[in-house]
């Protein structure tokens, strides 16, 4: 997967599929993605748009199992896989049903991963291997400016709930994780009792 106006960085296809194919047992590998926002910088003369990047949160060149990625996706705290940044198997896309029909735009890419993360093994590499361009107009951005992105993200915690029951997964920490994300995006007014209580 690659937007338009996103970029790969060379040998990210031919590294990523050495690594799928020494190790059999993984569906997906991705590394750190570099929000990408210094391309602005040519077009208006400014240096004021610096590159960054999200934590991984997880440990770097190790093969994650589950559900450590998707424990790391409902918490909300880490960098997602992101589309231009994963090589997936075809099979692994096939057997969760690809994308959600039910969600456009907002979301779509993080609720495509974590389908795929409640089965699969991912492994985690330290390689950059996308620049992820940062716009002011894109959907995200709009929807962040607009104030849409608590209610998108209660509708998403609310359709994984649905979707982990549907799989039959049963797994504690998976459910917890997702009843305190689901707190806090129904109540976002009282997140400094559910940090409190949550150490507990």
Known sequence: FLDADDTWLPEKLSEQVAILDAHPQIDLVYGRTLLWRSWRAADNGHMDYRDDFCDLCLP??????????LLSLIENRAQTPTTCNAL????AISRIGGFEP???????DQVFFLKLSVSAHAFVASRVWARYRQRDDSCS????ASGQVPEARRLLLDWLERHLRDRDVRTPGV???LRRQQR????PGLRWVYARYDGL
């Open 60 to 69: 770097p060149d190790t093969i994650v199992a589950p559900p450590q990625l």
């Open 88 to 91: 997936m198997r075809r099979e």
């Open 102 to 108: 039910a969600f456009r735009g907002m979301f779509e």
């Open 141 to 144: 951005a709009r929807a962040e």
């Open 175 to 177: 459910w917890r994780m």
């Open 184 to 187: 806090a995006a129904r109540w």
